[in-house]
């Protein structure tokens, strides 16, 4: 089957650290999005990770693990304006390359 | 340059009714990508066109349909409006739908379909 998973809500403090979770799975593996929602607007890319390991950009990193089915993406330096949902979706190799998303994860950064 | 752009930005519709949605994508891409977004959830696929041609569909009803033109840009239908069809329907462009680190999706603004 094909599934993504990751927590609903998240809560921060500005200036701190978070560290968001995504597992997968997926019948042929392509690749792991990470991509940032904030309300009422469209997603904008974040990530995008296909080798097992960290790859830092700016305040934002993201990790995979392709053995363990596991992401996650790690914002440092936390403002208010990254109170947003952060989606996660998993590239289904193959001829159908479609996108399977997760749910989303609501971010809220307190002052 | 332009993003993916998206016509109408918002609708509303009552049941029954047949709607069309139109998506320009970003200047050299030539796969677009449909998804519908309900409040609170992620991006779900209806369709992915690659050169014009159907390259994968989502567990969607044949009342959803789309088509790719020459120039790249999408339309997409659904027939027989249902009060459950109202969501965001989401556009993304991307080089060669292939979905890798040199084909990323880029979103328009979305298309926020009301069914009353």
């Known amino acids: 089957g094909q599934n993504i998973d990751q927590p609903t809500e998240m809560t921060a403090t500005e200036g701190a650290i978070v560290q968001i979770n995504c597992t997968y799975q997926?019948?042929?593996?392509?690749?792991l999005f990470w991509y940032q929602q904030h309300a009422g607007e469209a997603p904008t890319f974040l990530s995008y990770?296909?080798l097992d390991g960290l790859e830092e950009k700016g305040r934002f990193s993201s990790f995979l693990s392709r053995s363990k089915g596991y992401s996650y993406l790690l914002l440092k330096e936390l403002q208010m304006k990254d109170s947003a949902s952060y989606l996660c979706?998993?590239?289904?190799?193959?001829?159908?390359?479609?996108?399977?998303w997760g749910l989303g994860t609501s971010l809220a950064v307190n002052p | 340059d332009a993003g993916v752009t998206q016509s109408p930005t918002h609708l509303i519709k009552t049941r029954g009714q047949h709607v069309t949605l139109r998506c320009s994508p970003i200047?050299?891409?030539?796969?677009v990508s449909w998804y519908q977004q309900v409040l609170g959830q992620g991006p779900q696929f209806i369709f992915q066109?690659?050169?014009?041609?159907?390259?994968g569909r989502g567990n969607f009803p044949d009342r959803f349909s789309a088509r790719q033109f020459p120039n790249y840009s999408s339309e997409l239908n659904v027939n027989a409006l249902l009060l459950g069809d109202s969501a965001l329907y989401l556009c993304?462009?991307?080089?060669?739908?292939?979905?890798?680190?040199?084909?990323?999706?880029?979103f328009g603004a979305g298309t926020r379909l009301s069914v009353l």
């Open positions: 993304a462009s991307s080089l060669s739908g292939t979905s890798g680190r040199g084909d990323i999706q880029y």
């Open positions: 200047s050299g891409h030539k796969s």
């Open positions: 066109y690659y050169e014009k041609e159907e390259r």
């Open positions: 997926t019948s042929g593996f392509n690749g």
């Open positions: 990770n296909v």
């Open positions: 979706a998993a590239a289904h190799a193959g001829n159908n390359r479609k996108l399977i």
